[in-house]
């Protein structure tokens, strides 16, 4: 039964993340704002509450084992992130953008490889808490510098809301933003469903809290993050699909790795810090591909291999 209604909860997550992806898209428009602030701050605020949630209520209940799921999760999430996110972007751009130019500011994936290795790094030092103030900073400047540069995508185009689909017509910025509160109200309970399910599937497979929260955490709490790459590329926005993903990989690296220094002690496992690299590692493909440093087609190649890594990482 608990695999049925994962099905059913990751179905429910792909439609509220259209839901979200159109009232942000027509807001953007109305309000006339460039769709890089929309996918890379905006979106991903919206889309990696759950990744924030997560470790948050898991440090809160202060057990054990609540205490390996939110680091496992904080760990996890960019993992999967990456890996799959950067290697469907990949995808997609051998397939249908070969002659590409300027295809993304790369500036941007800096931001998450300081702060991720930091992370890491952090693991070693003998003071953790200090650096909370250092994360903070860091997405700080990230959002900082998006707005400041208000650069456009140039895939701004007009869209019609879905409540007005529905007959509703007028006060389109009001039903953008009552559209989007919902689909953010509704989101955290489908999620929850989804992670009580997957739960049940990990007792089934008897594995421990460390293994479920870095492979099934990541499942339900990067789907938001996937829809809306997978929605934006449909639409044929591919910098706001990039934008996106790399603004929830910068959010991911700064706010719950600032909740793990506070709360625990932040000694991270062998496990956890092989996924980490896995993470910078696929990062850093991506980079070099987009940046014609390495042919495309070599860098899925890569992307592959380290996908096989993954699977045989959870193994």
Same mark, same amino acid.
């Given at each position: ?32 704002? +460039? ?47 990456? %890996? ?45 808490? +200090?650096? %909370? ?54 989101? +955290? ?25 870095? %492979? ?40 719950? %790795? ?10 991270? +496992? ?46």
């Amino acid at each position: 039964m608990d695999f049925i209604l994962i099905v059913v909860y990751m179905i429910l997550i792909y439609i509220l993340a259209e839901l979200i992806v159109n009232a942000i898209d027509v807001l953007a428009y109305e309000l006339k704002i +460039p769709e890089g602030i929309t996918s890379s701050v905006i979106a991903s605020l919206v889309t990696t509450l759950p990744e924030f949630l997560v470790p948050l209520i898991s440090f809160l209940k202060g057990s054990v084992d609540t205490t390996h799921i939110g680091l496992g999760s904080i760990f996890g999430g960019p993992m999967f992130l990456s %890996v799959f996110g950067f290697g469907f972007m990949l995808l997609v751009i051998e397939a249908k953008y070969k002659r590409f130019k300027d295809l993304y500011d790369l500036t941007n994936i800096l931001f998450f490889l300081f702060a991720f290795n930091m992370a890491l790094l952090a693991n070693f030092l003998p003071f953790k808490k +200090p650096l %909370v103030l250092l994360f903070l900073l860091i997405y700080a400047y990230f959002v900082y510098v998006q707005f400041k540069s208000r650069k456009t995508t140039g895939e701004e185009e007009k869209e019609t809301l879905f409540f007005s689909k529905l007959g509703i017509k007028g006060y389109t910025k009001t039903l953008a933003v009552v559209q989007g509160v919902l689909v953010i109200l509704a989101l +955290p309970f489908v999620i929850d469903g989804l992670v009580l399910s997957i739960d049940g599937v990990s007792h089934l497979l008897g594995w421990d809290s460390y293994k479920s929260a870095i %492979v099934f955490s990541p499942l339900a709490t990067e789907l938001p993050e996937l829809s809306n790459a997978f929605i934006w590329v449909r639409k044929g926005k591919l910098k706001s699909s990039i934008g996106n993903i790399v603004g929830s990989l910068v959010f991911q690296s700064c706010m719950p %790795v600032s909740l793990g220094l506070w709360f625990t002690d932040w000694h991270i +496992p062998n496990m956890l810090m092989v996924g980490g690299f896995l993470s910078i590692l696929s990062t850093l493909i991506f980079s070099l591909s987009i940046s014609k440093a390495i042919n495309l087609r070599i860098g899925i190649i890569f992307i592959i291999f380290i996908i096989v890594l993954y699977f045989l990482y959870i193994l």
